[in-house]
């Protein structure tokens, strides 16, 4: 699938543990570069603007730019601007933060996705963003500077992972006799492209791509879920060579050309499919989440250590954790089962490639929390336990936060309401009380319906309905209004299970 990052509308403990000490080595190795690329983004995010869209009043989506002239011309991609009639422009790390209206458009090139558009500043100057002079290094250092989800003033770091021709990605990109670079995007294969480990996200979309020199190097531009943080930023020099060319003449949106109708983000499957795959993936894990914290719950109430004595009760902490560890392995696994027997056919490709993803990742965590019980049970002490739920945690949430993405790209993508867990979760309890109050109802009206009651012995036949039950009697009316009470213990048990049935 490919995203435009534009508008908001283990296998052991050893894995999670290497995974957690990776991270506190990397910052520490990286510290002085971290306090440098500080440095650097405190003189850039002043020129990093948020982009929101209007038409007729109603707010189309958000994306990205970055001030080019200091008179207020303003870089984004095509596609943060297509098809709007009205935009509103900001700047969230300067402390006014005020909102400019853009006067129009001064030109765009749609087979690059790039875009310059004006603001107002009324008399105010702006500190335009400096471009590299060539395209940058394989392996070189970039931040990413934007609003992804709405979130401005957002800044994720990565480096280059290649520089790509618009021939390459084409070719990468095609599925089976589907262009999803050209025919899908727009885009030709004149175009160069940086890929970068620097995480976008929608919204991203025309934000700068920085340097450790401050330089803009690209414009984050759409994101492709064939494999892992696969991100692209259209190369500068595109853009230098565009506004050499564009003047500064300003049209106005209306003389925009109209939005296509259907931008494609690769393949597309069946929305009311995906739509029901999404939710009933929603539910498996709601169902694994009540394991899972019904678990943890237990392991706030172990016996507390004894300091004088530390390995006091040790053996009844021991069994306690393995058993839960035990239980949320089964819970996982039985996760990974319930959702990779989902019928997926014509669901559309991203979600296919999250219940992969989901399916291997529960597996891996699975055997985890079966490790971690087995070595609890086992031996005094066993593995920390602790760290080994911390590391999941920490796994969990970033698989969390992979699905929300996902969650936000298809609602854009079919323009439908893909509902989080918690919405997923309401909807079904609504629908259940739903039911039950229709099934009552159901079951009184049938109650009161005229039937044939039968005494015990089967002697006795008599046609009437229900109007309640009282004292272990059950009152029967007859057609001419007559009213009977016959003791419960005097009816057939096929009435008895009528009247059981409709309680």
Same mark, same amino acid.
């Given at each position: 699938?490919?995203?435009?990052? =534009? ?28 306090? +440098? ?24 989506? =958000? ?26 422009? $900001? ?31 009324? !008399? ?37 992972? &290649?520089?790509?021709? !618009? ?18 995007? !727009? ?36 994101? =492709? ?96 954790? $393995? ?26 490709? !991203? ?70 867990? &918690? ?24 109650? =009161? ?21 009282? +004292? ?21 048990? &096929? +009435? ?8």
């Amino acid at each position: 699938m490919l995203i435009h990052s =534009s508008r908001i509308g283990a296998k052991s403990l050893a894995i999670l543990t290497c995974a957690a000490l990776g991270l506190v080595c990397l910052s520490t190795a990286r510290a002085q570069v971290a306090v +440098d690329l500080s440095e650097l983004i405190k003189e850039v995010k002043p020129s990093v603007a948020l982009i929101e869209t209007f038409d007729k009043g109603k707010k189309m989506g =958000s994306g990205s730019g970055f001030v080019v002239s200091e008179d207020g011309m303003i870089a984004t991609n095509y596609h943060v601007i297509e098809g709007a009639k009205e935009i509103k422009v $900001s700047f969230p790390a300067l402390k006014d933060n005020k909102f400019y209206k853009s006067t129009g458009f001064v030109g765009f090139v749609k087979t690059k996705d790039l875009a310059l558009i004006m603001i107002d500043l009324k !008399g105010e100057k702006l500190k335009p963003l400096p471009m590299a002079k060539e395209p940058p290094s394989q392996a070189e250092t970039v931040v990413a500077i934007g609003a992804p989800l709405g979130l401005s003033d957002t800044v994720t770091s990565g480096i280059v992972s &290649a520089v790509r021709t !618009g021939k390459e990605l084409r070719k990468m990109l095609m599925r089976g006799k589907q262009d999803g670079y050209g025919e899908g995007l !727009g885009y030709d294969e004149e175009a160069t492209w940086i890929q970068t480990s620097a995480p976008i996200s929608p919204g991203n979309s025309g934000g700068p791509l920085i340097n450790t020199r401050g330089e803009v190097v690209g414009i984050n531009t759409f994101v =492709s879920d064939l494999g892992q943080n696969l991100n692209f930023s259209i190369c500068i020099q595109h853009m230098k060579k565009f506004i050499d060319g564009a003047g500064k003449n300003v049209q106005s949106f209306a003389n925009l050309p109209p939005p296509r109708e259907k931008r494609s983000q690769g393949a597309l499957g069946d929305a009311k499919k995906t739509l029901e795959l999404w939710k009933n993936i929603s539910r498996a894990m709601n169902e694994l989440d009540e394991d899972i914290e019904a678990c943890e719950k237990q392991f706030q109430k172990l016996p507390p250590v004894d300091p004088r004595n530390p390995m006091k009760g040790q053996n009844i902490r021991n069994r306690i954790i $393995s058993r839960h560890f035990k239980r949320m392995g089964e819970a996982y696994s039985d996760y990974a089962n319930k959702i990779s027997g989902f019928e997926n056919k014509e669901t559309d490709p !991203g979600l296919i490639s999250l219940v992969v993803t989901d399916t291997v990742v529960a597996k891996k965590m699975s055997e985890s929390c079966k490790e971690v019980s087995n070595s609890t049970s086992s031996r005094l002490g066993g593995l920390d336990w602790e760290l080994a739920l911390n590391g999941l945690k920490r796994l969990s949430s970033n698989i969390d936060t992979q699905r929300e993405l996902l969650r936000v790209n298809l609602g854009l993508k079919y323009d439908e309401s893909f509902p989080t867990q &918690a919405e997923t979760a309401e909807e079904d309890e609504k629908l259940a009380k739903e039911k039950k109050n229709s099934t009552s109802t159901s079951e009184k009206k049938e109650r =009161s319906e005229m039937r044939v009651w039968t005494d015990s012995t089967g002697k006795f036949r008599i046609k009437a309905k229900c109007i309640g039950v009282e +004292d272990g009697k059950v009152k029967l009316e007859k057609s001419d209004g007559s009213v009977l009470r016959v003791p419960l213990e005097k009816l057939s048990e &096929a +009435d008895k299970r009528f009247l059981a049935s409709t309680e």
